[in-house]
């Protein structure tokens, strides 16, 4: 059983720092390619950025040059860096594990991330 387990969410005033980790068990970690996703109230969940095994990233527009993500092979983790935080950014926050060949996913249960005054 692939179990995902994040923490790092909370209140943030705009222009603030956050970060979120996720911590996996239950499988070979580099068998998937880990991802950040975000839902906002009224909206459907959206990818914020993901990684390959290999660290090869990829970034939502909307958070290039403000968000970094990374991993720790090692630890089974992976990580949000969030910058410049808008109140735009404000959302529950899921970590994901995409298993390529199976077309498989696994799901955090969330975090929220709120930036506001």
């Known amino acids: 059983q692939v179990q995902l387990v994040e923490s790092g969410g909370g209140l943030v005033q705009p222009g603030g720092s956050l970060r979120l980790s996720c911590a996996v068990s239950?499988?070979?970690?580099?068998?998937?390619?880990m991802g950040w996703y975000r839902q906002a109230p009224g909206k459907q969940r959206e990818l914020v950025a993901d990684?390959?095994?290999?660290?090869?990233?990829n970034y939502a527009d909307s958070v290039k040059g403000r968000f970094t993500i990374s991993r720790d092979n090692a630890r089974n983790t992976v990580s949000l860096q969030m910058s410049s935080l808008k109140p735009e950014d404000t959302a529950v926050y899921y970590c994901?594990?995409?298993?390529?060949?199976?077309?498989?996913?696994?799901w955090g249960q969330g975090t929220q991330v709120t930036v506001s005054s």
């Open positions: 990684i390959t095994s290999r660290m090869s990233t």
């Open positions: 994901n594990a995409h298993r390529v060949a199976r077309d498989t996913d696994y």
């Open positions: 239950g499988s070979i970690f580099t068998i998937y390619t």
